[in-house]
């Protein structure tokens, strides 16, 4: 059968606009489900101001046996931008159920200016989980700024001797140029796609230990571009994990991410190829 040019013109023109009101619908989806996450999140926002409360450490008598260390280190949450522990109430209870026996979250003050002060004080309460648990390494998980912060502390102070997976949720690892506006506020600064702290995580980071797994959404409006949101850098041994149909707050709260970053924690090389990482993951 022989196809005309205005055949061919005809079907163009068809199918565009159906991809068009394709995209323009999954939009609408993820923009009304990020709306009802964010009503959620501010009823529960208040419970997670005050700092999660730390279990003391068990005092064993000097000469008591030396039990084998758990095969899971423990999992450290780390909030985003303006927001605290309460945003991971949904996926800590995810992690719990399926084995992970110490979960904690370290909550930032909304008035930190600098990421680089805020790795070091992720540094330190890292330090003090080792310390309390006998474990070597850990596990976070960062949402948007907090994975940023992970990452300087993993990548520039030492950090993958201690960080064992970081997985980062809508992370501007790039940089982001949403709300151009927001710029009043210095740590904003910091995660424009030309600051100093962007700009240092693109430096040399020869032999860094720590695996990195990225979430990274199509329909993610805080990130600009989205695929800022990859860790793109050839010294890092890092996974970028493709999400189709939510957006940035939906990431720490739909149950298919869960699983997929239960999935990359328990994975003894979270580099290695899994169903999320060859295909993406369609979650809507």
């Known amino acids: 059968m022989t196809v005309t040019k205005v055949q061919v013109v005809r079907l163009c023109g068809a199918l565009l606009p159906a991809r068009l009101a394709g995209i323009s619908v999954a939009l609408l989806k993820a923009t009304a489900l990020e709306l009802a996450i964010l009503a959620g999140h501010l009823l529960l926002y208040p419970s997670g101001i005050v700092q999660e409360r730390r279990p003391a450490p068990r005092l064993a008598p000097p000469d008591a046996p030396r039990l084998p260390a758990r095969d899971k280190p423990p999992v450290l949450l780390l909030h985003g931008f303006i927001d605290n522990r309460s945003v991971f109430v949904l ?7 399926h084995g992970r026996q110490h979960v904690e979250s370290l909550n930032y003050s909304p ?3 600098d990421i680089r002060l805020a790795a070091e004080l992720l540094g330190r309460h890292v330090e003090e989980i080792c310390e ?19 990452r300087y502390y993993a990548q520039r102070l030492g ?3 201690r ?7 809508g992370t501007p690892h790039g940089g982001t140029r949403v709300v151009p506006l927001a710029d009043a506020h210095p740590i904003v600064r910091q995660m424009r796609p030309g600051s100093d702290v962007v700009a240092e995580l693109r430096e040399p980071a020869p032999g860094c230990r720590t695996q990195f797994v990225s979430f990274w959404s199509e329909l993610d409006q805080i990130m600009d571009p989205v695929e800022t949101a990859c860790v793109d850098h050839p010294d890092l041994s ?3 994990v493709r ?9 720490p ?3 298919a991410v869960a699983s997929a970053i239960r999935q990359a924690l328990d994975l003894a090389d979270p580099a290695a190829d899994t169903p999320a990482s060859a295909d993406g993951l369609t979650v809507a």
């Open 238 to 240: 890092a996974q970028n």
């Open 163 to 169: 960080v064992r997976t970081l997985v980062t949720l």
């Open 159 to 161: 950090g993958d001797a």
């Open 243 to 251: 999400v189709s149909g939510i957006g940035h707050l939906a990431l």
């Open 253 to 255: 709260v739909h149950p």
């Open 111 to 113: 008035l930190t200016c």
């Open 132 to 150: 309390r648990t006998g474990q070597q390494r850990v596990d976070i998980v960062g949402h948007s700024l907090g994975g940023l912060i992970a």
């Open 91 to 97: 996926l800590r209870r995810s992690l719990a159920q």
